[in-house]
């Protein structure tokens, strides 16, 4: 089978078909959608959705074969495939930059990540924005994005990691504003975008530093041709990087803040919940979001060179979880809800990322990609069924009218709250484990609250949704509907996935082989501390103290939400300022406005236009100098008078003396 | 004994006189005149200096002074008429057309 | 006859375009810009010939010599380096898109229109040609006042306030640059051939006088802060050629003047004189996006984008290596392509609603959705996101910036966030949201002839991001060559430093 393919085409234009499979698709519809615009003409739903949702599964299944192709490879043999470099983008003296594609352990379970899950919701969407006016317009970005979400991690260079990188940050801002007549929803895409940018500022920064400190060392030149910016360039160097990794590192963190959605950027992610549910499945949970993670992932060589950087990571992931998982607890908007939980669901991940344990991060994230991608599908199911609503208040019950969304959320929900056998189990588990191996006691301390609150909030949000006695009018109440098949099938597919995903991953401590690290290890470099496997007893203890943990909040929010409703509400009164603290997300968004963003603009228009641009350098400056020069007229037309017998008199003063300058000179 | 110095001291002494005419009437006729005077002066050290250096130079330029002296009348006459058709005054602290 | 001299056709062919125009009659508008496009369509299928022949080497090419006044050793003498070759090719590019944007919006003085533009055609070229310093001198001041005119004639609101601040400022900073020049010119021994001026010796303070008497002609045109005041006045009142033309490639005569000039004749002054103009650059780049955000007209938020993106180059030459010069040379061009567009198609929505006030639109994205898509494509281009031209100057300028200090790139990167802050907040308020105003309802979009303008730029626009590398190439040589000359102190005072 694989020997056909590789008959009529060579490896490496197959890797840049995965790119090129969505890139073809974004282009074709958006000069679809945009000649529609322009003609008023309505755009073909059919081609949109053959192309759009066709292209992505194309790419899917050309990753799949490369995969196979890799897990073939001979034992000893790195499953590593470059395509080397397509082309070369820019060259100065001493700095070339080229355009490749890496496909190794990491970004292989990356790209099949994105271009399974992508295509998976893909499909979905064709139901969802089945009636949406800018269906092709919302394909073409869709597409748009999985090109650059591929670029990100396949690139073989931290420039087209970076160009990937900005891209998603692109199509995320169009579609989060995608309905753009709304203004807040446009208001959140920009939101999201400028966030963004200021992470990326940082790993801006982080590249350079990266390029100076190689640059200036004086390396061998055939070894290295000027491609600082290439992945195994920078490997194979890395030593050099020793004195600078811990900026370095740190800087590169700042941008995985902005894309990840950690403290102190995460400001964006929820308000990024404006977008079309579908996006926010794909763009805010499964894939983009998680870029941050690959990225140290990806370069994990030099973050082991820091431990510093590490804990800057670690405490960083630790204290978002539960920050996050807080918030997450009395949210009633569904989508906000999910939301908080991703943020908090990637703290875990850096944290897993900050303790070494990076096959770990690894894992939770593409146990997470599965399960939060569902969680959203289904609240998108949810919100379909109701015409639109996202106030959990006013939900209940709907269990009775749509069970297929309501019983793969469940699926998705334990596997999230780390209840076995479920895919969010063993991730969340390897992390709290590593995290708990490597010593680091208090953060583990933080995760585990952390897992508690997640278990709360997620069984809250089921028990509030699905269970309970429905609140809605009857009428309302009889025109929920199951979503259609294109949608529930998705939904199927996934529970499955967030059932089972986790079973490539069970550590040996539960009689599993733990594939999925033993695959990833090559990729990342070792820390000390938690190379060797530990105590297979001690693992077993922690893993069933966690999932008791986690078990024990199901029940409580079960029983509250779905049984008790008027609890809540007691408690709520009860500790009245710490609610309002936390209802309202601990103000956050009110004091960055606060303290930046309205100081800045009022800077900006009061004093620097107002003062310094137009009084001070153009009426004052400009206009004095002008002025000035009137003055001066002023005081010479004094001397203008018009009468001519003046002027000769000056004249001839004028003249005696410079004949009285001549003679007694 | 006459020596070039009185006559150059008569020149000066004209020239002077001359001057604060021009300077100090305020009737544009008598600083017509005034002029005149000048140009005399000037007409009375090229004479006297050709006398003193034996030479026909002066001479010739003391024809030359009196022929542009003799236009220079007949323009400024000719304004002279024209201001004061115009403003009808002869006296120069009134015509204040140069004012800046 | 036609491969040596291609330059000078280059030159001269507008000026001949605009001879023609001279002669034909007042009323025969349609014949008269039909004329004026196919001169500009001729110099720029010129000027695509010449890229196929020209080779990116260390000294001029093309390079032509005549005498021209002999009592004062003058010379016809013209050539171009891989950036003055560049530049002349954006300007050709840019002209028949501005004769073309000009189309409709111009109704009164057509002929008089179309003669001025092909001057200041010209003109433009012949700056960058200019090999010989009289002969630059003469190029340069023909330049000022055909835009002095397109601006006072042809412009909106306050046009002539806004005319006489461009003409005096310039003219301000030329006079002394004008002094500078015949200074040289005397101490060269009564020359003014550049590459004669290259090989003169001057002293310290003689290169702190000149370098200060230059940098100013060229800091005002750039502009670099505190000099910029003219720009919003000057880019707001002038027609939208104007502004294409000002921001597109006036002010990269700025920049192009200490490549050419200040920085290769005065290595000592730019050593002295690196950090106060590094400051400056990068005060322009955060002052000018933070000005632009609070701007209520769009084409004035454009014109202070304008200062901080030339702050960019500005950071970008002075670093002195050969990425943040390659990075600021690129940025020029790219510069010249995003804010010229960025200025058409503010132009396009004037010419519609004759409002360039953010407030006055709002949700239009929905009304002319063609039109929209250019403007934010265009944005993002402004804003640098990657794979677009904008994204490649900035990376090299920002990499060079580091190396020669991380401060300087630290404060240039806010710089960075600043320009998505105001280029994305104003298309919010423009595109986005419900239309407010009834009147954006009846909003026409794109036509045949406006596309024609946009979708050449936008594919460079694309295609510079995605594969910058031929116009990289082409300056390569130059750059080094430049290099050599601007930082023959700072190699002396190493040396010395060693010893």
Known sequence: ?665 | MITLNHYLILAALLFCIGIFGVIVRRNILIILMSIELMLSAVNLVFIAFSRYLGGLDGHVWVFMVLTVAAAEAAVGLGIIVAVFRNKETVYVDEVKELKG | MIPENILSILIFLPLAGAGIVLLLPNRETATIKGWALLTTLLTLAANIWAWTHFEGKTDFEFQKTYLWIEAFNIYYRIGVDGVSFLLISLTNFIMPIAVLCSWREIQTRVKEYMFVMLVLHTGMVGTFAALDGFLFYVFWEVMLIPMYFLIGVWGSGRKIMAAFKFILYTMAGSLLMLVGILYIYFKAGQSFNLLQWLQTPFSFAEQFWLFLAFALAFAIKVPIFPLHTWLPDAHTEAPTAGSVILAGILLKMGTYGFYRFAMPLFPDAVFYFTPHILTLAVIGIVYGSLVAMVQKDIKRLVAYSSVAHLGFVMLGLFVLNSRGVEGAVLQMLNHGLSTGALFLLVGMIYERRHSRLIADYGGIAKIVPMYSFFFLFVTLSSVGLPGLNNFVGEFLVLLGAFEFDWFWAAVAVVGVVLSVCYMLWMVERVFFGPVKQEENRGLKDLGWREAAILVPMCALMLLIGVYPKPLLDKMHASTDAFLKLATRQAEQTMAYDER
Request: aromatic share 14%; proline share 4%; hydrophobic share 55%.
């Open chain 1, 1 to 665: 089978m694989l020997d056909l393919i590789y008959k009529y085409v060579s490896p490496q234009t197959l890797a840049w078909l995965i790119v090129a499979f969505p890139l073809a698709g974004a282009l074709l519809n958006g000069i679809h959608s945009l000649l529609a615009g322009r003609f008023h003409f309505k755009p073909s739903k059919v081609f949109t959705s053959i192309l759009g949702v066709g292209l992505p599964f194309f790419s899917f299944a050309v990753t799949l074969i490369i995969f196979a192709t890799l897990i073939g490879f001979p034992q000893g043999q790195e499953p590593t495939m470059i395509t080397g470099p397509l082309f070369e983008w820019a060259a100065t003296q001493g700095l070339s930059i080229t355009f490749g594609l890496k496909l190794d352990q990491l970004s292989l379970v990356m790209a099949l990540i994105v271009t399974g899950v992508g295509s998976l919701i893909h499909l979905y969407s064709t139901g969802y924005m089945a009636h949406d006016e800018g269906y092709a317009r919302y394909f073409s970005h869709l597409n748009l994005f999985l090109t650059f979400m591929l670029l990100l991690v396949l690139g073989d260079s931290l420039v087209l990691l970076f160009v990937g990188w900005e891209g998603v940050g692109l199509c995320s801002y169009l579609l989060i504003g995608f309905w753009f007549e709304d203004p807040y929803k446009a208001y959140c895409g920009k939101k999201a975008f400028i966030v963004n940018r200021i992470g990326d500022t940082g790993f801006l920064l982080g590249m350079f530093l990266i390029y100076t400190a190689l640059a200036g060392a004086d390396l061998p030149a055939e070894q290295h041709q000027n491609q600082f910016f290439n992945f195994e360039v920078i490997r194979h160097f890395s030593a050099y990087l020793l004195p600078a990794a811990t900026p370095i590192c740190l800087l590169l963190f700042l941008g995985a803040v902005g894309k990840s959605a950690q403290i102190p950027l995460y400001v964006w992610l929820p308000d990024a919940m404006a977008g079309p549910t579908p996006v926010s499945a794909l763009i805010h949970a499964a894939t983009m979001v998680t870029a941050g993670v690959y990225m140290v992932a990806r370069l994990s060589f030099l973050y082991v060179m820091s431990p510093f950087a590490m804990e800057v990571v670690a405490w960083t992931g630790a204290i978002t979880a539960l920050f996050a998982a807080t918030i997450g607890l009395l949210q009633t908007d569904i989508k906000k809800v999910l939301a908080y939980s991703t943020i908090s669901q990637l703290g875990y991940m850096f944290l897993a990322l900050g303790v070494g344990a990076f096959s770990a991060g690894i894992f939770h994230l593409m146990t997470h990609a599965f399960f939060k991608a569902l969680l959203f599908l289904g609240a998108g199911s949810v919100i379909h069924a109701l015409g639109g609503e996202q106030d959990i208040t006013k939900m209940g019950g709907l269990k009775e009218r749509m069970p297929i969304t309501c019983w793969t959320f469940v699926i998705a929900s334990a596997a999230i709250a780390g209840i076995f056998p479920f895919a969010g189990f063993f991730s969340k588990d390897a992390i709290l484990w590593h995290t708990f191996h490597g010593g680091h006691i208090s953060l583990w301390l933080i995760a585990f609250l952390g897992a508690g609150l997640t278990a709360f909030y997620m069984f809250r949000l089921v028990g509030m949704v699905f269970f309970g006695e429905p609140v809605m009018k009857a009428a309302q109440w009889m025109k929920v509907h199951e979503s259609p098949p294109s949608m529930a099938s998705v939904l199927m597919i996934l529970a499955v996935l967030s059932a089972v995903g986790g079973w490539i991953g069970i550590p040996y401590a539960l009689g599993g082989g733990d594939h999925l690290q033993e695959w990833l290890a090559p990729v990342f470099a070792k820390t000390v501390g938690v190379i060797e496997i530990g105590s297979h007893a001690t693992e077993i203890v922690m893993a069933v103290l966690s999932l008791l943990w986690a078990l024990h909040f199901v029940i409580l929010a079960w029983v509250i939400y779905a049984q008790r409703k008027e609890w809540p509400a007691r408690m709520a009164g009860r500790l009245r300022l710490l609610y309002r603290l936390v209802f309202n997300k601990y103000w956050i968004d009110e004091i960055y406005n606060f303290l930046i963003v309205r100081p800045l603009i009022w800077t900006s228009e009061k004093f620097l236009w107002g003062i310094m641009d137009v009084r001070l350098i153009d009426q004052f400056g400009v206009h004095g100098t002008g002025r000035m020069m009137l003055v001066w007229n002023r005081l010479v037309t004094l001397m203008q008078t018009g009468v001519v017998q003046q002027y000769l008199f000056f004249f001839v003063v004028g003249v005696i003396l410079i004949i009285w300058g001549m003679l007694f000179k």
